[in-house]
């Protein structure tokens, strides 16, 4: 006792303190961690840039689009064939294809802040087919409803809105899948009845007054309208507000890409008296144009629901509107997009090589025994062999 008392004596003249070397170690395993936290991170981060930059090259995105094409013709041919060999199971596989559809597309559109394009009246009519397969396939008047809407605005908006057969491209396929395919699926529903799934056309001849295909859909159209302007001008008018990069239908068609007639009142606003209003209140013009734009839609659908050859005579005349389209994105939009897309993904990743021999192209010092290439297909004969 007496060499102890003795030792910490001696200790407390040096004026050791031993709380101290416990903070400093403390602080030292404390740095350690945060160096070896640091490194994880930086070789992360390392890892992750790789990842993208091998995400980004030009191979990979070939490949992706060469499997996405693939992916798209396969969803034609299985649609065609079932409509060909199984019309009765149309609605399974559209159920089966527009959901995962509809959620990418909502992934996508959430990242891009376009997701306010889902409230669109498209969707309205996506949603109330899936509702009348889901829970009401018995009731005649849902579906007439749903047929007026799906051979309607839906169909003519491949027309109105330049939908192309575009088979790489998930958003353009995509969007065609959201325009035609109700308007198939009614088209099975009503010339091929399932008696499981109610079978409303099976029993009896299917007729449908003016009142019927006009003015019942109007007014479901109006009620969407009315949700739709609440929930943009008013519900969430100050988010919109404070968020200029979150996109709408209103913001498309005025600010970001405007539309022909907007442009046009915008122009000539001073000539006719409601013009300047107009411009103040883009959304007034833009529910005028669409209303018109649903009437005049409906008016055909009492022809397509009583004859067949109507129907389908409509129905290739919206196949061939977006065969059309597509045949000319590849060949006056794709063929020059792609190619400079391509080169300026090589630029970013620092490749030194001569970007045709990348693109699979023949290098200009080297042509080929058979240069020039052979002319190439014009739109129609691309056309015809879609078709």
Known sequence: KKAEKAEEEDYDDIGFDFEGLDEANKLFESFVQREVI??????LQKRKRRVEATLKAPPFIRTVDKLSFCVGVLYLMITEGLLLAAPSSMHRWYVWSIVPLLLLRFRSYHAAKFHYFMLDFCYFAQAMLLFYLALYPQSRILFQLVFCFSNGPLAWG????????????LDKMTSCAIHIMPAI????????PEAGLGGVCATEACEISLLEAVVHPICFYVFWQVTYIAKTEF???????????????LRWMTERRPHPIYRAVERHQYRFRFGPFLIRH?????MGVQLVYTVLTMLPIKFMYESYRAHALMLVFFMLVAIWNGANYYFDVFSKNYTKRVEQLMQAAGLKQASS???GRWPQAAPPAYWPPPRRATAVQFMFLSA
Do not use: M
């Open 38 to 43: 640091d490194k994880a991170a930086d070789a």
């Open 158 to 169: 491949i027309v109105a809105w330049n939908n192309s057969l575009v088979f790489h491209d």
């Open 185 to 192: 699926v009614t088209f099975c529903l009503r010339w091929y």
């Open 235 to 249: 519900i969430d008018k100050a988010k919109l507000e404070g968020d200029q990069d979150l996109v709408t239908s």
């Open 282 to 286: 883009p959304s007034s013009l833009l």
């Open 357 to 359: 021999a990348a693109l």
